[in-house]
Every structure is written in C-alpha cells, then in structure tokens.
C-alpha cells in the first residue's frame, strides 16, 4: 500500500510526475487495458488480486472467472447486501468510502478545498439549477470494493448522458491536485424516485478504469435493483439530491469536515426521508 501512495505521490507531487502522468489518464490506455482484462489472457491476474485483497470467494455468488474482470466483478450473494426497504429511508447504492457536502447555492466543496458546481459535474445541463441547496453525497469505491451498484429508491429513468474526459485515480491525493469529478469521463441519470423525488446518480470513471457499465436506458426499476457495474480501477458514485428531499445522518458531514471519509455498503440506510 505504501509503495502504491508512493507512486501516486511521485505522479500528482511532482513535476516530472505530472509528464509522465498525462499519458496514464489518457482514454485509449484505459480501453487498451480494459481490453486485455476482458481477454482469458488476463487470468494469470486473478490468483494475486484474491489474495492480496483478501477476498473470500465463498461471499460470492459465482467462482468462474474466464478473465479478470469477470473477478473483479463478481457478485456477492444477495443475503450479504440485505436492502432497507423502508420508503423513507434512504440507501447507500453501492459500497464505498461516503463524503457528505451540502450545497452552497451551486457549489460544492470537495475534499482538499477543491472547488465544484453542480452545473461542471452535469457538462452545464440546466437541471442543475434544480439541485442549488441541496446535497450531494459522493462514494469513492477502492480496487477492494464490491463493484456492483444499485437503484436507491424505486422510481424510473431517462437515457444516461455520457460526457467525456480523463481518467485520473479518485484517491485523495488526486483530488488536492486536480478537479477530477469535473475532468474525468462519467456518466449521469436524472432518476424520478417515488420517495426522494428527482434525483442524479452520477458514475465517475477512474485511472485504469475500462468501462462505466449501466444495465438501462429508459427503464422503470424497484429499489435494490442492480444500475450497473465498473469494470476494473477504483471509481466514484455521485448522487445529488434537491433540498429537503431527505435528512442525511449529521455523522457524515461532520466525518467530512473532519476530513475523513466513513466506509458504507450498498444497501444501508444513511438518511430519511
């Protein structure tokens, strides 16, 4: 782990670091290595990322892996995510690391006092008028991290809109350096809950990332219902709700102040409505 922060501190602490990283958040390398972890030539892989990760296949629904990211994505058995079906309860849609932030008119203020607006992370569409005020909750997923994610409330949904753009690792040390949730490829789903009423789930690809993977275009769906799945790298999930849609708990604005990030899994409750 430490060699790995050391990396990633060479990359975005140095100037030279800065070159070289240009070309890694680069799109056609992310697809060049979603390709070969897609590929049984990649399978090698899978023995070394299971042990290292200390991942215990009996918690998972399927054990045959015909290349990495079939592993990578493994799903978990359904009785280890248990889904809070309470209406006013509001629910974690995947597992990660949660930031808390309450909206300031449009601007968000991330970690490391890196500055965002609603309308840079939606590419200026003008519903993001609609989320001034309101609160915008961000779970960053690790290589660790089950990387399957779900619908937050039951509901229905457009068609996703992807806007284009880097790759750079979602760990704290990139978002210091860079406005990496406004620079970085993603996709977004304006989402019209039957409890929590309009809302956006962001996706956010990261460094190494092949593929933002949402299962639907227009589709009506129930909570706990699977949206998609990142392919390999760590990645982030965005979901911005409009003020007074719900009472997130007090906890994670003050971990976020704090500077810290509190683990989550998809499924808990972590507000009401």
């Known amino acids: 782990m430490s060699n790995k922060k050391g990396i990633l501190g060479f990359l975005y602490g140095t100037a030279v670091g800065r070159v070289i990283l240009k070309p890694l958040t680069a799109v056609w390398l992310s697809k060049l290595c979603g390709a070969f972890l897609d ?18 296949l009996n918690d998972y629904a399927d054990q045959t892996f015909h290349c990495f990211n079939d592993c990578f994505c493994r799903k978990i058995k359904p ?3 248990p889904i809070d079906n309470a209406p006013d309860h509001l629910i974690a849609p995947c597992d990660g690391s949660l930031s808390a932030y309450k909206i300031s008119g449009d601007t968000v203020l991330p970690i490391k006092q890196s500055h965002y607006t609603v309308a840079e992370l939606l590419g200026n569409n003008p519903i993001y008028k609609e989320f001034n005020n309101g609160i915008c909750l961000v779970f960053r997923l690790a290589v660790d991290n089950y990387h399957r994610y779900c619908y937050f409330d039951s509901g229905s949904k457009g068609d996703n809109t992807f806007i284009k753009g880097k790759l750079h690792t979602v760990r704290p040390i990139a978002l210091g350096t860079y406005p990496v949730f406004k620079q970085n490829c ?5 989402i019209e809950s039957n409890n929590f009423g309009r809302a956006i789930q962001i996706e956010v690809g990261a ?6 993977k949402n299962h639907h275009s227009t589709h009506t769906f129930t909570r706990g219902e699977e949206k998609g799945t990142f392919l390999y790298g760590g990645s982030t999930i965005i979901l911005l709700l409009k003020n007074g849609a719900a009472t997130v708990d007090e906890k994670y604005f003050t971990a976020t102040t704090g500077g810290n990030e509190t683990p989550v899994k998809m499924g808990e409750c972590i507000g009401k409505k």
């Open 39 to 56: 590929s049984r030539l990649s399978k090698p892989l899978i023995k070394g990322f299971i042990k290292s990760n200390g991942i215990d």
């Open 79 to 81: 009785e280890l995510r």
């Open 186 to 190: 993603r996709e977004y789903t304006v």
């Open 207 to 212: 460094m190494l990332v092949g593929k933002i």
